[in-house]
């Protein structure tokens, strides 16, 4: 089992910045990968980002590369996405995942323990 606690979240105007934590506890964190995803009134959860287990590679979707940056502390058991240039269509509740198998995966059903998720809001 792997416990995920998301923090950070906030109100933000557009153009700002936020970083959002994920603290994981349960089992050895090295050995998993993890992503963040988000989810919009009304739509479906969406994938954001994703890191493999040594941080050596990195995942985004199109719409947040080049403004997001996903990063892990394998020490500290904790996984960040730092987000700069928000925009209005950034709101969404935001989720931390874990998976076992170690490679980060785009996918919803590739993870295996979610977050109770953060708010982030950016203003116009």
């Known amino acids: 089992q792997v416990q995920l606690v998301e923090s950070g979240g906030g109100l933000v105007q557009a153009g700002g910045s936020l970083r959002l934590s994920c603290a994981a506890s349960g089992r050895t964190f090295s050995n998993i990968a993890m992503g963040w995803f988000r989810q919009a009134p009304g739509k479906e959860r969406d994938f954001v980002a994703a890191i493999d287990w040594s941080g050596g590679s990195t995942y985004y979707a199109d719409s947040v590369k080049g403004r997001f940056i996903i990063s892990r502390d394998n020490a500290k058991n904790t996984v960040y996405l730092q987000m700069n240039s928000l925009k209005p269509e950034d709101t969404a509740v935001y989720y931390c995942?874990?998976?076992?198998?170690?490679?980060?995966?785009?996918?919803?059903?590739?993870?295996?323990?979610w977050g109770q998720g953060t708010q982030v809001t950016v203003s116009s």
């Open positions: 995942a874990a998976r076992t198998g170690g490679r980060g995966s785009r996918r919803f059903s590739a993870y295996d323990y």
